[in-house]
Every structure is written in structure tokens, then in C-alpha cells.
């Protein structure tokens, strides 16, 4: 069964039968039982927004399991039609900042972002408008439980990011985006972003890192704005190092950096994949002694499935030792 097989590699928990599966999610549990004639789901959550954002997260799987034979999904119980999403806020740019030739930072400023202030979901969801909609419309959820999608052509994109920083008493949050030279969505709205222009973000997702005295972690420019925010929070009891990818040497960022941890900056390789030599060097930090230790991989999605791999199969580490996500995946040639 692909759910399982994909749970499993994520390390998600679930319990199973031979007939239904019941998996924890953030908020509450998402239950799938087989039936004469499909598929009958049920998800159960504390709070209205709680239930979004399980039906948000099954609607996703779902769709992306089942590719085009994707069917609506008609949920039934508490559902209720509402203007916007309980976890979503419209924001509004009101800084623009470049941090190097590479990455620029945008400030954005929304109401009531209390929501956001968690110690392990730092990531969100940003809904990026099309070029030239100054008044964008936003997904919604409907009286049937699933979401309204705007027309294709006012559709904003959405794109998983990183807080950097956050301000509640301001209602103010940092996001760092990555100007690739092919840009996608992300980058294309950070480079023509200015003061006033609106985005929505929904949120926050995540999951974040368990106590150890040693920390490895290692990403390339995608990650740094979450490994920078661990770089600031890891406790000063451990002993943290770090492996930082980018394309040359300007594109290195001054990072302050705790006593307790040292980083590894590494410029791309020609020759080699992106993330590889970043996979490298944390297999070869790897100690003897691993019962104390967690490590923290983002990066190219095939590197980070064989890294997360060996970490479970070679060194033997626990599920709750390690978080290794492909952040983006490499085109095929």
C-alpha cells in the first residue's frame, strides 16, 4: 500500500489492521477504512481549525496518491462554509531586504499571527498571486468540507517556507526566499515585491527536533533559514556542527553563531549533485556512540531518501534521531 510505504519513510505514526489504518496527525488523528465500494475516511480533531487543517492535509495526500483519477471530496459532520481558512492570514510585504546576491529577505505584516509563535512548526504555507492581481482571491472552505479554489488564472501558487523570524506584539514575520537563476513562484514574487503588495500564508506545519547533546545538521541554500533558527535555539549544553551548501562564496551569509556550534561552509561541486557532499560529510561525522545524537538533513530529495536510509539501516537510528526532508527535487535530464 503506497500510504504505508510513505509513512513509513517519513516516520509518521499510525496504527494498522487488516482493514483501516489510523494515523496521527498535527491536531488530532486521520482514520482510512476499506470498503465494498472505496475508501470511507474520518478525521477528528479538537476545534474547528484543527479539522481543517486534518482535511487539508488528507485532501493533499489524497490527490497526490491518486494523480488524475483524484475524485472531490464530500466530508460530512462538522463542516461548515466560512470566508477564509482558520489557519490562514492575508499579508502585506513592508520590507524588502537582500541578504546576499542569492537570497532576499521580505518582511510581512498580518493580524492576529499568535498562531504562528510554536517552538517546533516553524513553516508555512505562502500563497504567491499571479503577476499583476493587486486584490487577490483566496481558498476558502466550503459547506461540503473540501476548498474553494480561486479561477486557474487568479490562482495564487502555494509553497512551503520558513519563518525566520517572528514578531506577535508587531504581527510582523521574516522569510528568507532563494533567487534561483530558473525562478519558480517563490522567486518570482520575492524579486518584484514591494512595500504594500499582498500574499496569504496558512499555517504553521513542521516538526521539530529532540533533545541530544550532539547535533549534526546540513542543508543547502533552501534550508538556511531553518537551520539558522536552530543554530539560535539549539541549547548551549550541546555540541552543535553544521554543513552549509551554496553556489560560491558570496552567496555565504553572517550568520551569528553560537559558541557551542561550529558550521562548515562548502560551495557547490561541479560534477556532483546538489546535497551529496552534504550527505558525505555527515556520514562521515558520524560517532561511535549515537545514543545521544539527532540529525537535521534538508536538501535534494533523492539524496535526502538515501541519506534517511542509511541513518536507519546502517547506523541504526531511532525515528525520533533524525529528521532528513527533500526539500526540492532534481529535475531528470
Known amino acids: ?109 498580518g493580524e492576529d499571527l499568535s498562531r504562528f509563535d510554536q517552538p517546533d512548526e516553524w513553516h508555512v504555507r505562502l500563497h504567491l498571486p499571479p503577476q499583476g492581481i493587486t486584490q487577490p482571491q483566496w481558498p476558502r472552505p466550503t459547506a461540503e468540507g473540501g476548498t474553494y479554489w480561486p479561477p486557474e488564472d487568479q490562482r495564487a501558487e502555494v509553497r512551503y517556507y520558513t519563518i525566520r523570524r517572528l514578531d506577535v506584539a508587531r504581527g510582523e514575520v521574516e522569510i528568507d526566499f532563494l533567487l534561483h537563476e530558473a525562478p519558480g513562484p517563490g522567486g518570482d514574487f520575492a524579486r518584484r515585491a514591494r512595500p504594500g503588495d499582498l500574499c496569504g500564508m496558512a499555517g504553521p506545519y513542521g516538526r521539530g527536533v529532540a533533545p541530544a547533546s550532539r547535533y549534526l545538521l546540513a542543508g543547502d541554500e533552501t534550508a538556511l533559514p531553518a537551520i539558522s533558527r536552530l543554530l539560535e535555539t539549539l541549547p548551549a549544553t550541546a555540541t552543535v556542527e553544521a554543513w552549509l551548501e551554496v553556489e560560491s562564496p558570496v552567496d555565504e551569509l553572517a550568520l551569528s553563531v553560537p559558541a557551542h556550534c561550529r558550521i562548515n561552509w562548502r560551495h557547490r561541486c561541479r560534477g556532483h549533485a546538489p546535497s551529496e557532499q552534504l550527505a558525505s560529510a555527515v556520514i562521515e561525522a558520524m560517532p561511535a556512540a549515537r545514543e545521544d545524537l539527532f540529525v537535521w538533513f534538508a536538501g535534494e530529495a533523492e539524496v535526502s531518501q538515501r541519506l534517511r536510509k542509511r541513518l536507519k539501516k546502517e547506523f541504526s537510528l531511532d525515528k525520533g534521531q533524525h529528521l532528513v526532508t527533500g526539500y526540492w527535487k532534481r529535475e531528470s535530464a
Open 1 to 109: 500500500m503506497r500510504l504505508k510505504s510513505f509513512l513509513d519513510e517519513y516516520d509518521v505514526a499510525y496504527t494498522s489492521g487488516e482493514q483501516e489504518m489510523t494515523v496521527e496527525l498535527p491536531g488530532g488523528t486521520a482514520k482510512f477504512r476499506s470498503i465494498r465500494v472505496g475508501l470511507h475516511m474520518e478525521a477528528r480533531g479538537e476545534n474547528r481549525d484543527d479539522l481543517e487543517t486534518l482535511r487539508g492535509i488528507i485532501e493533499y495526500y489524497v490527490s497526490l496518491f491518486a494523480g488524475d483519477n483524484a475524485l472531490p471530496l464530500h466530508w460530512h459532520g462538522d463542516v461548515v462554509a466560512a470566508p477564509t481558512f482558520a489557519n490562514f492570514r492575508e499579508m502585506r510585504v513592508t520590507a524588502v531586504e537582500d541578504l546576499s546576491p542569492s537570497m532576499r529577505r521580505l518582511t510581512l505584516a
